[in-house]
């Protein structure tokens, strides 16, 4: 029997989860899980770094450890942008046309830009299921994947599976296959852990750099080199974690639609309306970025 608190979910219900896809995952995203969503495509791209080509070429442009903050806020307004108006919507399409620009400028496989879509489709996917307040119905998970592959095809990616359990499945032999140690790796990840460290007051600076650790899985820890987290740390961000789930369990539901372009984007204050989508994304690549990483067709391993 659904009560007030299922508003949304019985919005979501009413949907289909391939024909409106869009409209569902910006339900979950905007409405039910904004914070969860965040969170979770934070540390999608922190799984990314463990793919040493990612990271090396990440580390070779050199805009994580100059600007680690602006290109986390680019990538979240870019993607929400897409998320709030759809990727074929005018500010939409310009915002695809950055992401494409940006990407067209570097050597980047086929096979990485296809995992990378795979950690913004099942990373949100599992850590809702394991952190939300409730879990995600089978309607939200497939429009997710749905969207996430139409916005995959608008970049160009090929190879990209009409399945779900397909590209799960990819996605983790994937892993398997690239996941390894790299000095790269733990710059880039050590970049982006200062940059949250960076947004707390520096008495409490440390506790996040734990914190950040006591997230990654045993495989991420090892691909950056880093320590694990202390056990009891690893208690304290689960309870965390489970204790929130329970507050916002008894909240009313959202009644206004939240993304990535709240008042307080450090990069670019008062969002969106002094700014388009045109107007993010990195300079061109340095003179001085080796000439493997530069621009060539696709390929495939």
């Known amino acids: 029997m659904f009560t007030d608190r299922d508003r949304w979910v019985r919005r979501i219900l009413e949907l289909d989860p391939v024909a409106d896809h869009h409209e569902i995952y910006r339900i979950s995203s905007g409405y039910e899980f904004p914070w969860d969503y965040r969170r979770a495509l934070e540390f999608a791209l922190f799984r990314t770094y463990c ?8 580390e070779a442009t050199g805009e994580f450890r100059e600007r680690p903050q602006k290109r986390y806020d680019d990538t979240a307004l870019l993607m929400g942008e897409l998320t709030a108006v759809g990727y074929d919507s005018p ?14 400028r570097y050597a980047i496989d086929n096979d990485d830009m296809r995992y990378v879509l795979t950690t913004f489709i099942y990373e949100p996917i599992d850590w809702i299921n394991s952190h939300g307040w409730r879990r995600l119905t089978d309607h939200e998970t497939i429009a997710a994947f749905q969207f996430y592959r139409e916005v995959g095809l608008r970049m160009g990616i090929r190879d990209i599976p009409a399945d779900f359990d397909v590209f799960r499945t990819f996605k983790h032999e994937y892993e398997q296959e690239t996941f390894r140690f790299a000095e790269s790796n733990r710059r880039i990840g050590t970049y982006t852990t200062e940059m949250f460290a960076g947004w707390f007051p520096a008495r409490l600076r440390p506790v996040v750099r734990v914190g950040v650790r006591s997230l990654l899985d045993e495989t991420m ?12 740390m690893c208690r304290a961000a689960t309870g965390s974690l489970r204790a929130r789930s329970a507050v916002i369990r008894r909240l009313p539901p959202r009644r206004r639609i939240k993304f990535a372009w709240d008042p307080r984007t450090r990069t670019y204050p008062g969002y969106p309306e002094g700014y388009q989508p045109r107007d993010l994304g990195a300079p061109p690549p340095p003179e001085t970025l080796d000439e493997k990483w530069r621009n060539r067709p ?3 391993r």
């Open 91 to 104: 500010r939409g399409r310009e915002a695809l046309r950055v992401i494409n620009r940006i990407h067209g």
């Open 298 to 300: 696709l390929s495939t």
């Open 51 to 58: 793919v040493p080509t990612v990271s090396a070429l990440l």
């Open 221 to 232: 820890l090892s691909a950056f080199g880093f320590d694990p987290a202390p056990a009891w």
